[in-house]
């Protein structure tokens, strides 16, 4: 089962950041938080991942509770191409081990309006 | 970023035949591979994680007699969908790598 909970559906302006927000409140010490996300009968595509300290990328930005319980994905100038399922996901790092692989939520569907 | 890439994109077979999926990464070697499936409106699943040069490991529910995987070498994972019937129809995607590049998904339609 996935060990995150993220709203089902958001919106956003054109232009305007987008703030996703992810609980994962029984994160264990060991896991990452991975961002990915999923457009129309596409495969999922990497953005962030990190463990307790925030993380930028040219994609986004990571923000991370200080208890690691919950953090927010923020999309700093949304565009209509950023239109897609988001998922946060915990793991461990390291895919050579059972804890590695990946388990998906329902994720958050974000809609990007003009 | 690296680059993994799924073959065919799209397929449509007739029930009762085999179709296999190839899974490549283009530009690193991966010792595994995950096979994920997704139907509509769906999240994605995972049914198997794909290792090198030994059996795969199914998750549970997923039948490894009917989902074949192979991962022959360091650069590439297939999976074959034997006797495949309407309800196998689906998005399959694979991915590699550590921080979980996915190929573009194989959609296949059985009819």
């Known amino acids: 089962d996935a060990k995150t909970t993220q709203p089902t559906s958001m919106d956003c302006a054109e232009g305007r950041a987008a703030n996703l927000p992810c609980n994962h409140s029984?994160?264990?010490?060991?896991?990452?938080v991975y961002w990915y996300r999923q457009i129309h009968s596409q495969g999922p595509q990497y953005i962030i991942h990190g463990l307790k300290n925030n993380e930028t990328n040219e994609m986004a930005s990571l923000i991370i509770t200080e208890d690691r319980k919950s953090s927010t994905l923020i999309l700093p100038h949304a565009t209509l191409r950023d239109t897609a399922v988001y998922y946060c996901?915990?793991?461990?790092?390291?895919?050579?081990?059972?804890?590695?692989?990946?388990?998906f939520g329902q994720g958050t569907e974000l809609s990007v309006k003009p | 970023g690296a680059v993994v890439s799924q073959h065919p994109s799209r397929v449509i077979c007739k029930s009762g035949t085999s179709v296999k999926i190839e899974c490549r990464s283009l530009?690193?070697?991966?010792?595994?591979m995950f096979w994920y499936r997704q139907f509509p409106k769906q999240s994605l699943m995972l049914m198997a994680t794909?290792?090198?040069?030994?059996?795969?490991?199914?998750e549970q529910g997923v039948e490894k007699d009917k989902f074949l995987i192979n991962h022959a070498s360091l650069t590439l994972s297939t999976l074959t969908v034997t006797s495949a019937h309407p309800e196998d129809s689906s998005f399959y995607i694979c991915?590699?790598?550590?921080?979980?590049?996915f190929g573009q998904g194989t959609r296949l339609t059985v009819v």
């Open positions: 991915s590699a790598g550590e921080e979980a590049f």
């Open positions: 996901i915990v793991r461990v790092a390291g895919i050579y081990n059972q804890g590695g692989k990946l388990i």
């Open positions: 530009d690193f070697q991966a010792t595994t």
């Open positions: 029984t994160i264990s010490g060991n896991e990452y």
């Open positions: 794909s290792n090198e040069g030994s059996k795969a490991t199914y």
